[in-house]
Structures are given as structure tokens and as C-alpha cells.
């Protein structure tokens, strides 16, 4: 099941919700900075012991951490492609982040997952075709997955907000 709602995901009560992070793994803007404030520093604390493991997180994959203080379990770290006129492959890996976050997930045997829209704030994609990724892909994984039960699309605004619930209703 996919829903869409408007709000602020760091308040959600899941077992996961995704962070559209950066490489570093070190927080920014955004999203980002929304979960690493209310969370507080125990997920930064996982995210240094991730980069000292791996150096950090690549565009399209997906690393996860303790949610500290959020009501959510978990934080599924995943980078989205900087929007480059579409030039770089950006919609595929804008996919491997859904596709990465949501195998992440099932793994850690989530049933329940809230998603922002992955991209399309400071990384600039555009919003009616990653919210068409983020439903394709998710209702193509759902169909074989047995794990997940639920995942939320939460959007910011308005504008993403009628935009997602567009393309899921397609
Ligand atoms: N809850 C839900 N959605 C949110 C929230 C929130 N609290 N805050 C913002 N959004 P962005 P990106 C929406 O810019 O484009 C960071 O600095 C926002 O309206 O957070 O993937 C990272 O460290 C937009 O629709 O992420 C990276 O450097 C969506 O979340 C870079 O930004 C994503 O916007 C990643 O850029």
C-alpha cells in the first residue's frame, strides 16, 4: 500500500524513514538537517562509524542508522543524483536510491516506510518526473516483496504534494 502525505517526516511514526542525504554522510540543508536536529547526535555518531567502514555513501545507494530520538526505528541514508539536465544518468540513480533504501529496508525487516521526495529540493530535479520514478519503482518492488506493508510518500508542499498524488493515481 502507498499513501501520500503532507508534513514533516522527521515527526512520522515508522519503522523507517529515508534521509536524501549527501556523500559525506555528514548532514546539510534540507531534509538532512531536519533529521540530524530532531534526531539529535546519535545518528551522526552511526554515520561517522558508516564512513569509517566505507567513506561515506555513493549517489544511488543507500546506508542505514539508529533513528536516536525520532519516533521512527530507523534512518535509511540514500544520495540522489544532483538534476543535470538530465545528461548524467540522474533518473536512473534517482531509481537505484528508491530501489537501494527499499531492499535496505526489507532487509532490516521494515514493514513500514516514509520517504521524502528524494532529489527535488537543493539537488534540483525536477518534481512530476521523480515523483513518477518514486511511484514506478515502488509499485514494481511491491509487487514482489513480501516484507513491507505500507510506505508513506511525504511531500514539503503543496506543489510535490498534488504532483505525487498525480502520479500515483495514474
Ligand atoms: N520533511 C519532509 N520533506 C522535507 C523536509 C521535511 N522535514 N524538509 C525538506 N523536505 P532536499 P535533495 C523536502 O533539499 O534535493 C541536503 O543539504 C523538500 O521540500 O532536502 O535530495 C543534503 O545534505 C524536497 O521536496 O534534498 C544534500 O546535500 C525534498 O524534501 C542535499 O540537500 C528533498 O529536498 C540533497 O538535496
Known amino acids: 500500500m502507498i ?3 503532507k508534513g514533516d ?3 512520522i511514526k515508522v519503522d523507517a524513514i529515508v534521509n536524501a542525504a549527501n556523500t559525506s554522510l555528514l548532514g546539510g540543508g534540507g531534509v538532512d538537517g531536519a ?3 530532531a534526531g539529535g547526535n546519535e545518528i551522526l555518531e552511526d554515520c561517522r562509524k558508516i564512513i569509517l567502514k566505507q567513506g561515506g555513501c555513493k549517489v ?3 546506508v542505514i542508522t539508529t533513528a536516536g530520538k525520532l519516533p521512527a526505528k530507523y534512518v535509511i541514508h540514500t544520495v540522489g543524483p544532483v538534476w543535470n539536465s538530465g545528461m548524467k544518468n540522474e ?3 534517482l531509481k537505484n536510491c528508491y530501489l537501494n533504501s527499499l531492499n535496505l529496508a526489507a532487509e532490516n ?4 516506510i516514509a520517504f521524502p521526495s528524494i532529489s527535488t529540493g537543493i539537488y534540483r530535479f525536477p518534481k512530476d518526473k521523480a515523483a513518477t520514478i518514486a511511484v514506478e519503482t515502488i509499485k514494481d518492488f511491491l509487487k514482489e516483496d513480501e ?3 505500507k510506505i508513506i510518500l511525504v511531500s514539503f508542499d503543496d506543489e510535490n504534494y498534488r504532483i505525487i498524488k498525480l502520479a500515483l493515481d495514474k
Request: neutral net charge.
Open 3 to 5: 499513501e501520500v502525505q
Open 9 to 11: 517526516i522527521t515527526k
Open 35 to 37: 533529521i540530524h536536529r
Open 60 to 62: 544511488g545507494e543507500a
Open 91 to 93: 533518473e536512473i540513480k
Open 109 to 112: 525487516n521494515c514493514k513500514t
Open 147 to 149: 516484507i513491507i506493508e
